[in-house]
């Protein structure tokens, strides 16, 4: 399925929000944690993003440590007023250890973060400013209203929380409106419907579902971190995409392939429209970000979002989550499912 069309738009955060298309670019890894890139290709695919309506750009302060968010900063320049820059504060990697994070939600640091985060990528205000984890001896309700002094301050336009529970979702609403929740949402990773999902529909937050891709495993792009992906790649460090765990995982995409087959689409694209899909399903407004480097890809994913899955092709992707075998992180103490 090929695409030559803008994608359709929603609303960030409810129908008075920004419009934004309905699928994001997750930035990522055009610097860090997935092996080399190409920064040209890297570039093209950010313009090439753009003329297909893709107007959300995912980065965060902790990709390369501000690497990430200064790369994206001539394309930001060069269409500022088309785009949604969405970055993130509150992890960082450890610099002995880069599988070990540091969670900081201390308020000093949330505001020194923010002014790295406007200088890095030359703006004046941010539009989507994310705590990308919580700190665990902070009340969610302080962090949010230090984040609330940034919009009032003019630096940050709306908020948003990364791997935060429902409870904690309503606990933040109380205080500021929060616009987005990001969170890991695919046909491998559905822990967030029990808790999560509901209270951002209770909310009326966008749900903005990141690695809706299973981190490139569901495309069929690799099967064995280990064995097919660069020593430095992050993926070598997720229980689920390593040894025994990878192999029975990737005979879980065989109803991929197999609705993939019958509608002569790809396999990241039935993952794209599963992921899409549950906004009906669970009533809540969904942007998927997928993160690609590359021209081809972009396209690929981005006609995902013509792409209607059948109730019976929805029914034989459901039990595929269940059967996962692996966590999605090897230490899964800072995400939501921890704490629900
Ligand atoms: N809030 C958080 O804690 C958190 C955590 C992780 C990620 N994120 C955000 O979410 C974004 C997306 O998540 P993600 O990048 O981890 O995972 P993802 O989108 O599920 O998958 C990305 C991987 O899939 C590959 N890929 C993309 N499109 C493809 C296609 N059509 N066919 C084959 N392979 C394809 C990419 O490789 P190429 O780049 O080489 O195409 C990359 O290796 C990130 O960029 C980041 O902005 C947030």
């Not at 399925?1 to 298309?21: A, F, K, N, Q, Y």
């Not at 880069?98 to 890095?120: G, Q």
């Not at 001896?137 to 940034?150: C, I, Q, R, S």
Request: charged fraction near 25%; charge should be negative.
């Amino acid at each position: 399925m090929s695409i030559d069309h803008r994608i359709p738009t929603t609303r960030l955060g409810g129908p008075t929000g920004p419009e934004v298309g309905v699928q994001g670019l997750g930035c990522m890894g055009m610097s860090f944690a997935y092996g080399p890139t190409d920064a040209a290709e890297a570039r093209a695919t950010l313009e090439r993003a753009l003329e297909l309506g893709v107007t959300m750009y995912d980065t965060a302060d902790a990709y390369g440590a501000g690497e990430n968010e200064k790369f994206l900063a001539p394309f930001v320049a060069a269409h500022r007023d088309e785009i949604t820059i969405a970055t993130k504060f509150g992890l960082a990697i450890d610099p002995e250890d880069t599988t070990k994070r540091i969670i900081n939600n201390d308020p000093a640091y949330i505001r020194r973060c923010v002014d790295d985060s406007l200088r890095r990528l030359g703006v004046d205000v941010i539009d989507l400013y994310y705590m990308h984890r919580r700190a665990l001896h902070v009340p969610v309700e302080e962090t949010v209203g230090v984040m609330a002094e940034l919009v009032a301050a003019g630096k940050v336009k709306q908020l948003g929380l990364s791997e935060v529970t429902g409870g904690e979702l309503r606990a933040a609403q109380a205080v500021h409106p929060i616009a987005a929740v990001q969170s890991e949402w695919s046909l491998f990773s559905r822990d967030i419907e029990a808790g999560v999902v509901p209270a951002v529909a209770e909310t009326g937050a966008t749900l903005v579902a990141y690695s809706p891709l299973g981190r490139g495993f569901l495309t069929g792009a690799f099967a064995s971190a280990e064995k097919d992906l660069d020593a430095t790649d992050f993926r070598r460090h997720q229980p689920r995409f390593n040894g025994a765990n990878a192999e029975a995982n990737g005979a879980l995409l065989e109803p991929v392939r197999e609705v993939a087959r019958t509608r002569g689409v790809t396999l990241g694209q039935v993952a794209l429209a599963w992921v899409q899909q549950q906004a009906q399903v669970h009533g809540v407004g969904v942007v998927p970000i997928p993160g690609t480097r590359r021209r081809t890809r972009v396209e690929e994913n981005a006609a995902a979002t013509q792409l209607v899955l059948s109730a019976g092709e929805l029914a034989l992707l459901e039990p595929i989550a269940e059967r996962v075998a692996g966590p999605r992180y090897a230490d899964m103490t800072f995400t939501s499912a921890a704490r629900e």
